[in-house]
């Protein structure tokens, strides 16, 4: 599979998975972050929240409220922990077709929670793109280089919850606005979200989607009797060079 031929010339997406390990890993890093923000919250509940798992979240007597009690701040891990995702088996592939280059924009390792039949934990159907275009606090992109994102299920169940895209809507424009509130631009879809016919990627934990930054996707609500628990990531890498490498794969594939 060439990645970069699947998120640019594809569906703009292609599907990954973590090592068994990997996962492990990956649960037990958000655990320690999601009991410790439960320990500033609400104190007494860390032992049963200890014993449920994050996947039961939703059971606990919480006294807090939980839109507010969530900040994408709490649930960022430590950008030390960027160097063991590099290390993980999937990034050892995106760098070898995209090249050394390859990235994690801003140590960013974004984790997501999402309780069971709650519309208001999952945010609207967009394209990350835009969100460079309002200047989301995430800069300028070094020249020369692109992105692409990378969407990673940690506790789901598929067919209730999960990630949905719309393929090939890479190619295209769609309609969309800027509003700012609070002092923050934030891109507002302009078209029938009903109307657009998105797949629900059946994603078991451990699964893993790389999409281009300009495919339609979001959240669904989730339908499922556990919550689903996420972490996303962006790759940096030098167009040029993995234009270069894509073709190279390609031709290595054409001679198997």
């Avoid at 014993?51 to 030390?80: C, M, N, Q, V």
Wanted: proline share 6%; with cysteine.
């Amino acid at each position: 599979m060439v990645i970069f031929d699947e998120i640019n010339d594809g569906p703009g997406f292609c599907l990954e998975e973590l090592a068994p390990a990997e996962l492990d890993f990956v649960r037990g890093l958000i655990t320690a972050q999601y009991l410790d923000r439960i320990g500033a919250l609400q104190h007494d509940l860390v032992p049963i929240a200890r014993e449920r798992g994050i996947a039961r979240y939703h059971t606990l007597p919480t006294t807090f409220e939980h839109g507010k009690s969530w900040p994408k701040a709490a649930r960022l891990l430590d950008p030390k922990y960027v160097t063991d995702f590099a290390r993980m088996g999937f990034f050892r592939r995106v760098q070898a077709q995209f090249g050394a280059s390859a990235a994690i924009s801003h140590g960013e390792l974004n984790w997501r929670l999402v309780r069971p039949n709650q519309p208001g934990d999952v945010g609207p159907i967009h394209a990350d793109k835009w969100f460079w275009d309002a200047g989301y606090g995430y800069g300028s992109m070094p020249a020369g280089f692109d992105r692409f994102k990378i969407w990673v299920a940690v506790h789901t169940e598929p067919g209730a919850n999960g990630l949905c895209v719309k393929p090939a809507s890479h190619r295209q424009e769609w309609k969309h606005h800027f509003e700012t509130k609070d002092g923050v631009s934030k891109p507002v879809f302009d078209e029938d979200p009903d109307a657009i016919e998105t797949e629900l990627l059946p994603l078991a934990a451990g699964g893993m989607v790389m999409f281009h930054d300009e495919l339609l996707h979001g959240g669904v609500v989730n339908r499922g009797n556990t919550c689903r628990v996420s972490i996303e990531l962006t790759v940096l890498f030098d167009r040029a060079e993995a234009v270069a490498r894509a073709a190279a794969l390609r031709g290595e594939l054409a001679l198997a």
